[in-house]
Structures are given as C-alpha cells and as structure tokens.
DNA sequence: CATTTTAGCTAAATCGATTAAGCAATTATA
DNA sequence: TATAATTGCTTAATCGATTTAGCTAAAATG
C-alpha cells in the first residue's frame, strides 16, 4: 500500500527511470520513445497507481501547482466572495489556494508572503495593506509573480485588479444630489489606502460637478483598529451637526453595517429626512428597512482577473506590467 | 541573490553539510558538537541568510506544515468564519492552511481531499457532505490525520467536532413554545446531514415534550440546490396553511435568510402574528425589522477544537477517536 | 599498559522526480 | 562505402535537507 514510484516502474519493465519519466510527462512522442514501450509504461503505470510524487516534482521543478492568497481577512464577506472566486478560477487552472489574513497588519501580510514563497507558492495574490510597498518592491525585484486586487500603491509599479474606486464613488454621491440631498455627508476609513482615497476623490469631484461646497465637518475618517467605537462616535457627531445632514454615505459595507447599527439602536431617527448611501453591499442590506442605496463590487471578475494575470505570469505570456479597472455595479442605483 | 543552502555554509566553514544539518535543527547538544563550531555554524548561516529549503525538507521529512480544509463553500459567512478561527489556531502551531469548496458534492470533496493528501498536508480538516463516507473510511484506513467539523456520519467512526445541533434545536424550539407559541412550522434541508437530523430530532422531541402533536404538513424540507426557489415555494404554502401558523423556525442561516427575504417582498406579513426562529444567525439579523430569535454558533471553538484535534494527532498524542460537541449559544434567545 | 568509552565529526545513502549529456544501433546521404 | 543523421534508450547529476552508520582521537577505566 505504499507509495509507487517511477523506479518501482522501470524496474518491473527493466527500462530506465528516464524513459517512464518521460512517458509520464507525455513528451514520448517529443523523446523519441517506442509506442509500444510508452504504452507498456503507461499500463503498468496504471495496474501500480501510480502518481508522481507532487514534492519531488515541486522540488525539481520550482512548481507547486499552488497559489498563495493573502488578504486582511478572510471572515469578511468581500474577502470571502473573492477567496471563493479565486479558488474557482484557480481550480480551472489546476491551481490550489493557500491564504492567510493579515488584519491590515503589514508584519502579518510580510511573514505570510514570507512563508508562502518559501513554500514556493507559484504565484501570490495580494491584498495589500499600508506599508506592503517595501514587500511588493521586493517581489518586482525578483520578479515573483503576483497581483494586487483591491487596493495599490501610487509609490511603486505593479500588476494589480481594482474596481473603479473614483467613478463608482462618484456615480453614487451624483445620484443622491439628483435624488435632490443638499448635505451629504462621508464615512471613510482614515488610512492612505488608494481605494479609500479614490472613493474619497470621487465623493469630493462629484460635489464639486454640482457646485456644492465642500464641509470638512461632515466628512468622518475611522480606524481599522477601533472600528467599531470610531464609527459609532463618528455617528454620533454627524447626528448633532446643524445644518442637519441629510444623507450619510459609508464608503464601505463594513461601515455602512455599524453606522446602521447605531442608528437602530438610537432609534430616534427619522429616515424620511435621513438618508444613506454605501460604497458597497451585504447580501443582507437592503432588507433592512432604512433607505439605502448600494454599489455591488464585481467580486467575482476580481477574482478570476487577478488569477488570469497570475497564470500569465507563470507561463510567461504577460506583456510587462497589468492593470486591470472593473467598473463598480451600479445598476442597484435605480 | 541565489538560495543559500546547506552545502554553502558548509562549504565556507569546511565542515560537513551533516553537522551544519544538526546545528540549525537544534540538535548540536544532542549531537554533541562542539560549542564554538555550533556558534560558529549559527553566525554563518545568519551572516548568508541560511533559510531551509522547505520543500526538500518536506520531502526527506513528509511533513508539510500545511493543513488542508475542505468545505462546502468558503464565501458563506458560517465557513469562511470558521476558515478564519481554523487560520488563526493553525498559526499558533507554525501551519498553513490550503483550502478548497466542495458546494455539497461528494466528487468534488474527494479530489480535493486527493489532491491535498497529494500535496502532503500534514491533516485534513473536512466538513464532508453525502456521500463522503467513501472517503471517510479510506482516511480511516490509511490513518491519515484528518478531523470532521459540523458533520459527521452515523455508519463510520470519526475524529469530529460538532455543535449539539440536537440541544441547540431544542431550547429554540421550546423557547417558541414558552413565548405561546401555538403552530410551529419547520424549515429544513432535504439531506441525509447528521446535523440537520439533530436539528430535526430537537424540534419534534421539544413539540412532544410540551405535548405539541407533530404536524407533517408545517415542516418543509429544501434542497441544496435549489435552495432559493424551493424556499420560496415552501414559504409561500407555509402562509398558506390553516389553522395558521404563528412561527417559522428555520434549520439554518441561510434558510432563514431566503425566509424573510420571501416575506419581505410579500409584504402582507403581520409580524404580530407571526414569529421567527432560526438555529443561527447572520451577523445582520438582528438588525433586520423581524421578531427572529436564533443561536449562535461557536465557530470559533469549532476552528479551535478541530486544529487541535489534528495537531494531536500530527504529534501522536491521539488517544483513539475523539468526539467533541460545544453548545450552540443560546444566551440570545433572552 | 591495554581496552573501553566518549567526544566530535563525516561519508554517503536517501526522499522521488527531472534532465543534460551521451551511447549504440540503424538508416539516410554524399 | 564512408560519413552523417536519426532512432531509441540510458547514465548519472541534480534539487536541498535528513539521517544512518561509522571513523578517529582523546579520555576514562581496569
């Protein structure tokens, strides 16, 4: 019951272990290999099961058939959704996924991209998060493979997929001020994260194109850490602001959840006045009884986008640098 | 820039690749190696930036340091929680995990599970589904280390760890029951899953504990695949049974989720009348504008329990078979 | 002083597949 | 007919770490 190997193979057929590897690779025909020897390989290659030993191969060949995913993590749905796209477009590939979530903790993401190199990942998707430049530089330097999705650096070259952070942004805050909202006000995270910043540009431009004027007073930047606590103060103010505001927009599901949250649990709002607005959806919000309108994110061509990149870069058939822009969905607007 | 190997470090210091072998394994007292040859060796290989090739140990060692998961679907919240909390315990003991959805097919899982075995993951966690018992009984055989989680079979023994889907079930069901409830309708799934069974089996002793006579006509059971038209279809005959029914408890999230979405948009509901249960939640639900009572899963300790159960059994400290069960919580229903 | 023990180290096999280099026999070409 | 080309296959090195078996010299023991 233990494993069979190639030599086990050429011994029973006293051939060289050369010529059932080569069999096996399907480079007979390639090799110069007798057909009824390749066929005599390949029957008892069937009658023993055997299969090629996949570290071994991985250990010659600098292939592991495997691909690493690092995220900030892998519980929230966005990153879930993407994982599961991955996983698909990987799975059609021949590919594996190995992931870890680094908590938007650029030690975490550095050991994990680390530990996956190390364990020769053929090519790594990444999440990045701030301070992952000195990681993404280094990996051009060597010329591993990988992608960026969601988010990238200005600072550094990279191929990365990214949903049109600006144009998204601006397309919702353009159709709440058609809805006729005079004070709109802006829930964001206050990192120099480019998605946040494009969101954050296109929440500006889109004032600006209808000639409102802009209120820092009513633009609100929390912290990955303190979330939770931040978020809710940050409702908490923008509720007390006068003049009083008429739409909050989160620039994030994540915030749009706890800034709704607040809201039902301080339920003296009245949402005839009030209006709200996300960046992105869970499946869950419009459900929820309050009036807010969505993007939805194209996860799943993220996903499959950033693995396509992936694979040209291991086949060598990439052109150079890749920077793919998917279009938010914003057919929910209506 | 090249790999530095154990040949290199040897090579510099004129000593074997053996004693530089033991020396960064840790074993130089043990080997008895000189003191100064073993810091000497030990400056070195920092001064090259010595790394063991993970792959060629694996190979020599057949130990990965890698896990392999096996779910159903890794982008709903329940799995991909437990994905998280299975990362983080996996971590603290040095391992990866690589994972893969199996969407409830038995085909699916069991090449997943090959190929993982094929990679050399060093255990297996799965949530199986029908038809995995195959599969099951091989890893049995082969004494693979591997532990099921949410589910397990009646007919195979198996390293498990599970919610008390039966318990948990209960106390809703009862719960329903002390609020006055008169008519409790059943929304299941149509498999053969021990943990919907449970789920099940608690609903109808809780009936018959209290002395509810069992109605056949008010439990509904739905299909995996057809999740979405088939709970729509059951709701719909739901509302329409008499005498009516004054609480839908729904087996799981999902279900539940699909149920209110149904009533949402078939807005005729009195939810003065009618209640809703729901074995566990989504983190929303208690936002939505719905009189739902549900558990919550341990995830958490099920990631946990089910890392250590394999880390046991990598390490050999197995003591045969291992059945855990942790309680839904139910402190929500209060 | 002869023998055993111990300290300290190494050679070489091994895991299993891949592959560069090359050999022998046959066939084609000049 | 001598040389070149082709067919069909093999040997042995290689990837990098681990590990068994064993060697030498010094120290301990009787």
Request: aromatic share 10%; charged share 30%.
């Given at each position: 019951?233990?494993?069979?190997?190639?030599?086990?193979?050429?011994?029973?057929?006293?051939?060289?272990?050369?010529?059932?590897?080569?069999?096996?690779?399907?480079?007979?025909?390639?090799?110069?290999?007798?057909?009824?020897?390749?066929?005599?390989?390949?029957?008892?290659?069937?009658?023993?099961?055997?299969?090629?030993?996949?570290?071994?191969?991985?250990?010659?060949?600098?292939?592991?058939?495997?691909?690493?995913?690092?995220?900030?993590?892998?519980?929230?749905?966005?990153?879930s959704k993407l994982a599961r796209s991955i996983e698909n477009e990987a799975a059609e590939h021949g590919y594996n996924v190995i992931f870890g979530s680094s908590d938007e903790n650029h030690r975490k993401s550095g050991k994990l991209i680390d530990v996956f190199k190390d364990k020769r990942v053929d090519g790594l998707i990444i999440c990045p998060t701030i301070g992952d430049i000195t990681h993404i530089k280094k990996l051009n330097k060597e010329r591993y493979?990988?992608?960026?999705?969601?988010?990238?650096?200005?600072?550094?070259?990279?191929?990365?997929?990214?949903?049109?952070?600006?144009?998204?942004?601006?397309?919702?805050?353009?159709?709440?001020?058609?809805?006729?909202?005079?004070?709109?006000?802006?829930?964001?995270?206050?990192?120099?994260?480019?998605?946040?910043?494009?969101?954050?540009?296109?929440?500006?431009?889109?004032?600006?194109?209808?000639?409102?004027?802009?209120?820092?007073?009513?633009?609100?930047?929390?912290?990955?850490?303190?979330?939770?606590?931040?978020?809710?103060?940050?409702?908490?103010?923008?509720?007390?602001?006068?003049?009083?505001?008429?739409?909050?927009?989160?620039?994030?599901?994540?915030?749009?959840?706890?800034?709704?949250?607040?809201?039902?649990?301080?339920?003296?709002?009245?949402?005839?006045?009030?209006?709200?607005?996300?960046?992105?959806?869970?499946?869950?919000?419009?459900?929820?009884?309050?009036?807010?309108?969505?993007?939805?994110?194209?996860?799943?061509?993220?996903?499959?986008?950033?693995?396509?990149?992936?694979?040209?870069?291991?086949?060598?058939?990439?052109?150079?640098?890749?920077?793919?822009?998917?279009?938010?969905?914003?057919?929910?607007?209506?």
């Amino acid at each position: 019951m233990k494993k069979v190997s190639l030599a086990d193979i050429s011994k029973e057929l006293g051939v060289s272990k050369t010529l059932v590897s080569f069999v096996m690779n399907g480079r007979a025909k390639e090799k110069r290999i007798n057909d009824e020897v390749a066929e005599k390989v390949l029957a008892k290659a069937k009658e023993l099961g055997y299969k090629a030993d996949y570290l071994a191969r991985a250990m010659r060949t600098g292939k592991s058939q495997t691909i690493g995913l690092v995220m900030a993590d892998i519980s929230n749905t966005f990153f879930s959704k993407l994982a599961r796209s991955i996983e698909n477009e990987a799975a059609e590939h021949g590919y594996n996924v190995i992931f870890g979530s680094s908590d938007e903790n650029h030690r975490k993401s550095g050991k994990l991209i680390d530990v996956f190199k190390d364990k020769r990942v053929d090519g790594l998707i990444i999440c990045p998060t701030i301070g992952d430049i000195t990681h993404i530089k280094k990996l051009n330097k060597e010329r591993y493979p990988y992608v960026l999705v969601d988010r990238y650096f200005n600072e550094v070259s990279s191929n990365h997929v990214v949903v049109d952070n600006y144009n998204g942004s601006f397309k919702i805050v353009e159709d709440q001020i058609q809805m006729g909202r005079k004070r709109i006000a802006f829930v964001n995270f206050n990192v120099e994260l480019i998605n946040m910043t494009e969101r954050f540009n296109g929440y500006i431009d889109a004032l600006k194109s209808y000639g409102y004027k802009y209120d820092s007073s009513i633009v609100k930047n929390v912290s990955f850490k303190n979330i939770e606590k931040e978020t809710y103060l940050a409702m908490k103010e923008l509720m007390k602001i006068t003049p009083k505001i008429d739409t909050i927009y989160f620039s994030n599901n994540r915030l749009a959840f706890l800034g709704i949250k607040y809201l039902f649990e301080n339920n003296t709002i009245n949402f005839k006045k009030l209006k709200l607005a996300s960046f992105d959806n869970y499946e869950f919000m419009h459900l929820l009884q309050v009036p807010i309108k969505f993007g939805v994110q194209p996860i799943e061509e993220l996903g499959k986008s950033a693995v396509d990149s992936i694979m040209k870069q291991i086949n060598e058939e990439s052109g150079g640098v890749e920077h793919v822009k998917l279009p938010l969905d914003i057919s929910f607007l209506n």
